[in-house]
């Protein structure tokens, strides 16, 4: 059964006149329809969500209240999490087991931030005067979050705990492509969570260029959260200054050197060269696309690799062995097959280099391994799928040149017995998370982001929910003697 879903603005589930279909990447069946939100639709979820900020009950709730809100939310999450991950699988393709961790680490996102919510202070500053001065930190105001689709669940909860937390209203855009998780999870917050205020939370689907345009450029909004593709944060930039300069922070792409020095243990080094970057099918911004081996190991590395690459398991990602299900949709599938087709020009194929045939109608990609140098476009640019480019290097001065010889600087991750040699790399890597002996762990205690071009401003940790806050600042004169000015 197809089910046919609408936008979530106002307390009120709303019709919109377009509809979009949306498709389960492992079938090519199509599973529901979306509304295809325009740029008026958007406007009346601002409209709401800029009501429920300027005159509704949550500008007056207590830190207090909005904390447990977040709190009815993660448990309202954990009690559905069965159906939320299932949902997930279906419709962006990731490994069920994937999607239930996703799940449990939306509901602990939830849970962090809705402890923070009693924990927003100002400070008190020491001002050479007779005289209090203080800052008040206080909501942004209307924000617009506009997600991806590799982690639709978690990536929305990254942005609507700390912004609900902070004490803002949201307008929330899901991806196009994999609107359903973040539906029903208003579905579930309207359900079960009466207390929250009509216009708290509001979600509109839609088309990037047309409903995510909108929301940058609504001069309503005060704030945007994005996360998404370097050239689109580039737009979304363009639209900011078009309009009324609104605070904006960007998770963008990345190119990450995951890199490992010929002191490493072989096989723990091999099985996280490809978790880190075949995990959620290379789908990830902070996967480790760039293996770089030192030269003496290059080899042996390189045949453990396509060994063990041979072994990981394509198919259904509702079943429970899969390892890498499809990639999130047939337009997807097709850009990823025509990097690697313009990689196989430039570089040595390794392993992988075709359409993975787990399920017939499926947008199933091989896992894939180049090897060349930095310089190839392979190298460079951002796949967003199972494609990785091993490239030797000779010394500790040739890895970090290479490391840093990115427009990017998302992650890094750095394997050696030497700790010395990793802190001295983990210090001269331009990223925003470096990782030592491991790749991909993720703490919402811990902030989130990126160097250069991947972007500006942090998710999750303190951090994040500061990206939220206007700072105040409050002087309050304490002398009682007149002002000598004249
Ligand atoms: P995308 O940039 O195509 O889309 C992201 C979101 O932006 C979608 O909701 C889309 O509808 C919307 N959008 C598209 N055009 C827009 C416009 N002109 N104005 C406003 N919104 C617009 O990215 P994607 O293909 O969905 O996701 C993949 C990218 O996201 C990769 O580059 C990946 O590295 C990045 N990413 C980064 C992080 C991070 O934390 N840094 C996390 C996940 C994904």
Request: glycine letters at 8%.
């Amino acid at each position: 059964m197809v089910v046919q879903h609408r936008n979530y603005v106002g307390g009120e589930w709303v019709s919109v006149s377009a509809a979009r279909e949306v498709v389960n990447p492992a079938t090519g069946a199509v599973i529901a329809t979306v509304a295809e939100s325009s740029a008026a639709d958007v406007a009346a979820a601002v409209r709401a969500a800029r009501d429920a900020f300027d005159s509704g009950p949550w500008r007056t709730a207590t830190a207090q209240a909005r904390g447990r809100l977040l709190f009815e939310m993660a448990r309202i999450v954990r009690e559905h999490a069965a159906d939320l991950a299932h949902l997930e699988t279906r419709n962006c393709g990731k490994p069920i087991v994937e999607s239930e961790m996703d799940v449990q680490d939306a509901a602990t996102c939830l849970e962090y931030y809705g402890g923070l919510a009693t924990k927003i202070h100002g400070e008190t500053l020491p001002v050479p005067d007779n005289a209090l001065n203080l800052t008040l930190k206080e909501p942004v105001g209307v924000v617009g979050l506009i997600v991806p689709w590799n982690y639709p669940l978690l990536l929305a909860m990254w942005k609507l705990g700390p912004a609900l937390s902070a004490g803002c209203t949201v307008v929330l855009k899901p991806a196009e492509q994999t609107p359903l998780s973040m539906l029903e999870f208003a579905r579930l917050v309207h359900e079960h969570l009466p207390e929250l205020p009509p216009g708290v939370l509001n979600v509109v689907t839609g088309d990037g260029p047309v409903a995510g345009r909108a929301l940058v450029e609504s001069m309503e909004v005060d704030q945007v959260a994005f996360t998404g593709g370097t050239e689109t944060g580039r737009e979304v930039l363009h639209g900011v200054a078009r309009s009324n300069l609104k605070k904006v922070s960007l998770e963008l792409g990345g190119k990450s050197p995951n890199i490992f020095f010929s002191d490493c243990d072989l096989d723990a080094a091999t099985d996280g060269a490809l978790f880190g970057v075949f995990i959620n099918q290379g789908e990830v911004c902070s996967a480790g696309s760039r293996v770089l081996v030192q030269r003496t190991i290059a080899a042996e590395f390189l045949a453990r690799m396509r060994e063990k690459t041979a072994r990981i398991r394509l198919g259904d990602p509702l079943d429970r062995a899969t390892k890498m299900g499809p990639v999130v949709s047939r337009e997807h599938m097709e850009r990823v097959l025509a990097a690697i087709e313009r990689g196989r020009a430039e570089a040595r194929l390794v392993a992988g280099g075709g359409r993975a045939a787990a399920l017939p109608a499926g947008c199933f990609v091989e896992p894939t391994i180049f090897e060349s140098d930095n310089a190839a476009w392979i190298a460079r640019e951002e796949i967003f799928g199972p494609v990785v480019t091993v490239i030797p290097f000779d010394d500790e001065a040739d890895a970090i040149r290479i490391a840093n010889d990115t427009p990017y600087g998302l992650a890094a991750a750095v394997w050696s017995r030497d700790i010395f040699r990793c802190l001295r790399v983990v210090k001269a890597v331009r990223a925003g998370i470096v990782w030592v002996n491991t790749m991909q762990p993720c703490y919402v205690e811990s902030p989130w982001g990126g160097y250069k071009q991947s972007g500006h401003g942090r998710e999750m940790s303190l951090q994040g929910q500061d990206e939220f806050l206007e700072t105040k600042q409050v002087h309050i004169n304490l002398s009682e003697a007149p002002l000598a000015w004249y």
